[in-house]
């Protein structure tokens, strides 16, 4: 598949007239049906290297590409942007009811999907994977790819099912893994656990002159939260992602906020699948900061 294709691909669905650093060599490897392993920080165009070559693909042999990936609201949120586009893009994970779930499933196997994107967990619920095998595939993406390593047991046990998963859809099928971060272990262990043939490996640079790290001295929890008002109130106009250690931190947090006049909510695994979704649509549309 010549470059030359990829750029009009690149232009006419994305509206990009051209690929930010690294993405052309890896589109390209993914496109002609190449394992690939990816090791790209946030923000510097992960998406865009499994879903170039999934359309690119999908023009030759009218598959769908399958993604696999841990994280709920980068699901959604991936979906929506490639529907915006006008790609048929779908998702079943948890957040969905069974008939939600079924109505991706029958669309799936009538071949209308460019992409569907499934959390882990769903590779284990019996006769999934066989329905999977009833179409034919252009590209397995594995994103958060460093969970088969460093967290596979623990964290997310499906992920050690993807080989085998693999194996029963089609074990010629290209495969790229990425992640933001993996040692030379973890990116052994990738290669190894998901069975890449011979993969083409990229590593980008790291070097984000847009961040800023600070470390400041610990203090008490009234001042802590009067210094995170001070900075939002600083910050007019600019939304924000608060991390704690644990649900009732972010809770009381999120309280707090709204108690001095910051739109504010908690988000975190302990809410139910439609109040998390409603929340994530709120941060998504700007409703909350």
Known sequence: MPASHLSSLLLDVFG?????????EVCLAAAQGKDVLLVMPIGA???????????A????????TLVVSPLLSLIEDQVQKLQSLGIEAERIHSGLSREESRAVCRRYLQGELA??????????VPGFVEMLAKR???LIAIDEAHCISQWGHDFRPEYRRLREMMSLINDKLPVIALTATATPKVQSDIVKNLGLRNPKIFISSFNRSNLFYEILPKIKKDQTVKSIVRFISQNKGKSGIIYTLNRKTTEELAEMLVANGIKAVAYHAGLDSKLRADRQDMFLNEDVQ
């Open 16 to 24: 990009h007239a051209a690929f930010r650093p690294s993405q052309e």
């Open 45 to 55: 165009g992960k998406s865009l290297c499994y879903q170039l070559p999934g359309l």
């Open 57 to 64: 693909r999908r023009k030759v042999s009218g598959g769908c």
């Open 115 to 124: 992409f569907l994107f499934i959390a882990p967990e769903r590779l284990s």
């Open 136 to 138: 034919p595939l252009a």
